[in-house]
């Protein structure tokens, strides 16, 4: 089987390398791997730790890129591609703007189409923006649904997707994790060993969420400067999203505070062994609200709805908002309250068993 696998930024090359591994090693498929490059410096980080040499690269990227540029782009380039392949199927992961293009290019050369990832929905079609109309979309045109859980699978079907069409996967980002936190693990960012994770509180901050930008961004960033003032013990690590709106936005409320770690994005390994070593969590990225159940570790998912309601039942992430009132009572909590951080801090997998890429390449290969 001959399976196009398309992907652009940072989360879908993390979720999808384990797809791209495990094609790799079976004899039944053929995997050609497209990039379009909607991201450039925080892609190629994940293809390096991955190993993964991308078949195309589009190279779209442009800083300041908009939606419609992004979605164009990709979809003019894949167009040529497709033609040139000829691929069986379309394999896209989750619910980018790259995501949409792929899939929209597949369908205009009637190509099937394997959503991984489907099924997540918040009901809001404005929160995540875009996202939200992505996956839905998405979904239309899909030929193998891949559901990560029980409810992204029930959304499907309330949808009127037919149930021999959905498959119950988990989330490959389980399948990526178990391969990377180490507890011996050396960071090269020297800050990052030097930091006292036992007495000190380490606080892993972060934020690039669209419609955050502005007034909600400005309220997490002083809910998290007020956290840092009132307990000495109190520190934060923020590896910064490329995005230059989301260093100019944080700028005003951390710049030269002493326990306040702007770093640059991390690559995948040293991120993942700072989650598992750090107190806890605030972040409105949608694949850490899944690793970090997974490490055991207490999320405050600063949103004002998620599409991942599984960590917040399984008890190990609460729905805080954008508010800077409700931020700074929900870390106080943590920070203050030994039982209520117990409460949290316990390792459940509500997204998968490790095994998600398996069942994927199964379920393709039946056709
Ligand atoms: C995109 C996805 C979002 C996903 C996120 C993962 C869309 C609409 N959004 O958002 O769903 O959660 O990726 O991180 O598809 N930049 C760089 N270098 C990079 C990447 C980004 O400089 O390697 C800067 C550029 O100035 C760029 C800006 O960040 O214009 C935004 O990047 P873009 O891909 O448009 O959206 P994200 O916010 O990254
Ligand atoms: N991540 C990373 N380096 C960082 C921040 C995040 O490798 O500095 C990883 C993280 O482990 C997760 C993924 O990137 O697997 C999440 O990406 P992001 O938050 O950008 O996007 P989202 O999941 O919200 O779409």
Redesign the pocket.
């Known amino acids: 089987m001959k399976v196009l696998i398309v992907f652009g930024?940072?989360?879908e090359a993390i979720k999808m390398a384990p797809i791209v591994k495990e094609m790799e090693k079976d004899p039944n498929f053929q995997p050609v791997v497209a990039v379009t490059g909607?991201?450039?410096?925080?892609?190629d980080q994940v293809l390096e730790i991955f190993q993964i040499e991308p078949d195309y690269d589009l190279d779209i990227?442009k800083?300041?890129?908009s939606?419609t540029y992004?979605t164009s782009g990709a979809l003019e380039g894949l167009e040529g591609i497709i033609s040139m392949e000829n691929p069986d199927c379309l394999l896209i992961q989750g619910?980018?703007?790259?995501v949409f293009s792929g899939a929209l290019a597949a369908f205009y050369q009637q190509v099937r189409i394997g959503h991984v990832e489907a099924g997540l929905r918040t009901g809001n079609l404005y929160s995540p923006y875009?996202?939200e109309a992505n996956r839905r979309l998405v979904s239309v045109l899909t030929h193998w649904h891949f559901a990560p859980t029980e409810k992204n699978r029930e959304n499907l079907l309330k949808e009127g997707h037919r149930e021999e069409s959905i498959f119950l996967t988990g989330n490959t980002v389980i399948d990526a994790l178990k391969y990377t936190v180490d507890p011996d693990y050396q960071f090269e960012e020297d800050l990052l060993n030097r930091l006292d994770y036992d007495k000190k509180k380490i606080i892993l901050l972060t934020s690039?969420r669209?419609e955050n930008l502005g007034k909600p961004m400005e309220e997490i960033f002083s809910a998290v400067r007020d956290l840092v003032d009132q307990d000495e013990d109190v520190e934060v690590v923020f590896p910064r999203?490329?995005?230059?709106r989301v260093r100019e936005l944080s700028d005003p409320f951390f710049k030269g505070h002493d326990r306040i770690h702007c770093l640059e994005p991390l690559d995948y390994l040293p991120f993942t062994n700072l989650m598992s070593r750090c107190y806890f969590v605030i972040t409105d990225s949608?694949g850490i609200q899944e690793e970090a159940p997974a490490l055991g570790k207490p999320v405050l998912v600063v949103r004002r709805e998620t599409e991942r309601p599984e960590g917040i039942e399984a008890g190990t992430a609460k729905l805080v908002g954008t508010e800077k009132d409700r931020i700074v009572a929900a870390g106080r909590e943590l920070l203050e309250n030994p039982e209520a951080y117990k409460k949290m801090a316990h390792a459940v997998n509500p997204y998968g068993d490790g095994h998600a890429a398996k069942k994927i390449c199964q379920a393709l290969l039946r056709g």
């Open positions: 930024t940072r989360p909607q991201h450039r410096q925080m892609l990227f800083p300041g890129q939606l992004i619910d980018t703007t790259t875009p996202e690039h669209r999203h490329k995005n230059p949608g």
